[in-house]
């Protein structure tokens, strides 16, 4: 929500604002073919074009980006636009130039003469928007540009990159307070889809953003399905989740540069259009997989953290985790890449103990501070509780960012439907018992050993270590044999989640007990699992309501012809096919089959440059159809 209007700056009102308002809606239907803003965007449009800055919240697909450029095209002069990453850069300029609208970028992809090119355009105020990389916009020859130039505003994207104890951190968005300092008369609009409270008034602080009116929508994404499940046999689970997105376009995580690279292989072999893609390639190849991505249909990415910052792709249909994230907010941002058009999409993740026990060692041997080592526990612990609860996966997540989720036309509580904990309600157990015995394995083993070695001593097992430490012997041998290893590995994990065990980093991942161990000891306190339920490999891929309807069987042929028209026009122009149209729009078309111009500028996504671009295109490919 934003904040009252009493702590926001002067912004036009009664007949100004209307005319204002009215300015706005024509850009949009005009240059972007929409017919009206969504939520927030029409306020922040016009708090931004009046002359006053915001900082703007809003999740990934929720059309950050109109917020600042239909601002641009309402005032004088041309709109800079802070972008922490090329391939976004490139990816929205190509966008915008299919509108009309004149954009350029600056960056190490280009030669001096065109960079010279971009800079007379700017001094001539022959450019809308112009993008720039926080490192280029720092040097004095740009900003010796800028005071010749005349500018329309500042739009700081991915601010999050200004928290030093984000995901993203950037230490040159720290130094963006001159653009206030020495522009002070030009509005500046801070923009994010990635911040909790405390990073959203780090933002505020770091950006001199504190008067700044505050435009917070809904961080929820009702198209995409959360899903998790225990890692078992983690490669063969990812491959009956991609056996139902076949075709599709999606990004799989992975935490290692050796399982990136052992992953794309194995899909590959699985007849997947795969790459790989992390720091250790060069960037030759990064950049060609990453242009493939992009610019192909049905290419599956498998990547580190290292891809995906800034990726404008809006048909991603999945993005699955084969290991835990680092962060409740980097899960979120990551599986933000998903369903950018609002269509349905899925986030699947698979984790197990090991995941925990890898990141907790990662943390503890860092360079980084005691404070930032707390915060990172912290986080991870968050990730760790939303994986294991047994509640509405969308209301932990939304949680994490202070937002109570409320369904549309529901209530706060209800639960969202398109989770797997809410289309298969998790049944629990009453484990106390279980986790008696597994607390007194550690305890009577010296708290030194890892899951997977209690377990055998809990089933009774016959192991060399066993039997080097004697641990035959202990009163706690066997007592679990009633219990498969399935289950225990549920047992530990959960109980490392729910605080009752702590894992010694240093000590090689060790479990060992916690105050709270012991209540549960002295049959103090009860303990309720959440039951490990058996694999499936058969999926079922249910489409939530609300979410894009499915065409008509008659009209799938029309919907691949205009595909097919798609990516011609687009290898013919070297740009990715969604810029063209997104398959909502070619959805649009094939469901309402215009037979005139008048009737086809009426699509969504269809403003007038499209219009008088492809129109007579669209309009034959119909023509044959409809034969």
């Known amino acids: 929500m934003a904040l009252p209007d009493s702590l926001s700056p002067a912004r036009p009102s009664g007949p100004a604002a209307s005319s204002a308002g009215s300015a706005a809606l024509e850009v949009l239907r005009r240059v972007f073919g929409h017919a009206d803003f969504r939520g927030e965007q029409a306020a922040v449009v016009a708090h931004v074009a009046g002359g006053a800055d915001a900082l703007v919240l809003m999740p990934t697909g929720g059309g950050k980006s109109l917020c600042y450029q239909v601002p641009a095209l309402l005032r004088e002069g041309c709109g800079i636009v802070v972008s922490p990453l090329i391939a976004l850069m490139q990816d929205q300029v190509d966008a915008l130039r299919q509108l009309g609208v004149r954009a350029a970028y600056l960056n190490s992809t280009l030669d001096a003469f065109d960079a010279e090119q971009i800079e007379q355009q700017l001094l001539a105020g022959e450019l809308d928007l112009l993008y720039v990389a926080p ?97 078992e046999q983690a490669r063969q689970q990812l491959r009956d989740f991609l ?99 609002g269509e349905p999409a899925e986030a699947w993740l698979c984790h197990g103990l090991g995941d925990v026990v890898l990141l907790k060692q990662m943390i503890e041997q860092s360079e980084a501070g005691e404070e930032r080592k707390r915060l990172e526990r912290r986080k991870l612990d968050a990730l760790v509780g939303y994986c294991e609860t047994t509640r509405c996966r969308r209301q932990v997540l939304l949680a994490n960012f202070g937002e109570d989720y409320v369904p549309d036309g529901g209530q706060a509580g209800d639960p969202c439907g398109n989770c797997d904990n809410c289309l298969q309600p998790a049944e629990t157990w009453d484990a106390t018992v279980a986790a008696q015995k597994a607390l007194s394995c550690v305890f009577r083993t010296g708290q030194r050993f890892g899951a997977a ?21 202990l009163p706690t041998y066997g007592v679990g044999a009633d219990l498969d290893a399935r289950t225990w590995r549920g047992v530990f994990r959960q109980l490392v989640a729910a605080g009752l065990l702590d894992i010694d980093a240093e000590g090689y991942g060790s479990l060992r007990l916690t105050a709270d161990s012991r209540a549960i000891l002295r049959g103090e306190r009860s303990v309720l699992l959440r039951k490990e339920l058996p694999r499936k490999r058969e999926r079922e891929r249910g489409v939530r309501g609300g979410a894009a309807p499915a065409l008509a069987a008659a009209d799938l042929p029309l919907f691949d012809a205009l595909r097919e028209l798609r990516a011609r026009l687009a290898r ?46 669209v309009l034959a490919v119909i023509r044959e159809a409809s034969a």
């Open 453 to 473: 070695h209690l377990i055998d001593v809990l089933r009774g097992g016959d192991t060399a270590r066993i039997a080097q430490f004697g641990h035959d012997r």
């Open 243 to 341: 056996g139902a997105h076949r075709g599709e376009a999606g990004i799989v995580y992975c935490l290692s540069r050796k399982k990136v690279e052992s992953t794309a292989e194995q899909l590959v072999e699985l007849g997947f259009d795969a790459l790989p893609y992390h720091a250790g390639l060069d960037a030759a190849t990064r950049a060609a997989h990453q242009r493939r991505f992009v610019r192909e249909e049905g290419v599956i990415i498998v990547a580190t953290i290292a891809f995906g910052m800034g990726i404008d792709k809006p048909d991603v249909r999945f993005v699955a985790h084969l290991d835990l994230p680092k962060s409740i907010e980097g899960y979120y941002q990551e599986t933000g890449r998903a369903g950018r058009d």
């Open 135 to 231: 490192e280029r916009l720092l040097t004095p020859r740009f900003l010796s540009l800028l005071d010749r130039s005349r500018l329309a505003l500042f739009a700081i994207d991915e601010a999050h990159c200004v928290s030093q104890w984000g995901h993203d951190f950037r230490r040159e968005y720290r130094e963006l307070t001159l653009l206030h300092e020495r522009w002070p008369q030009i509005p500046r609009i801070a923009l994010t889809a990635t911040a909790d409270p405390p990073t959203q008034r780090e933002i505020a602080e770091r950006l001199q953003l504190e008067g700044a009116r505050r435009f917070v929508s809904s961080f929820d994404r009702p198209n995409i399905r959360y899903t998790v499940v225990q890692k």
């Open 572 to 617: 013919e122009q070297n740009v990715p096919a969604y810029v063209i149209f997104h398959d909502s729009t070619l959805r649009g078309i094939a469901d309402a089959r215009p037979d005139s111009l008048d009737a086809l500028a009426r699509i969504g996504g269809i403003g007038t440059t499209k219009l008088e671009r492809y129109g007579e295109h």
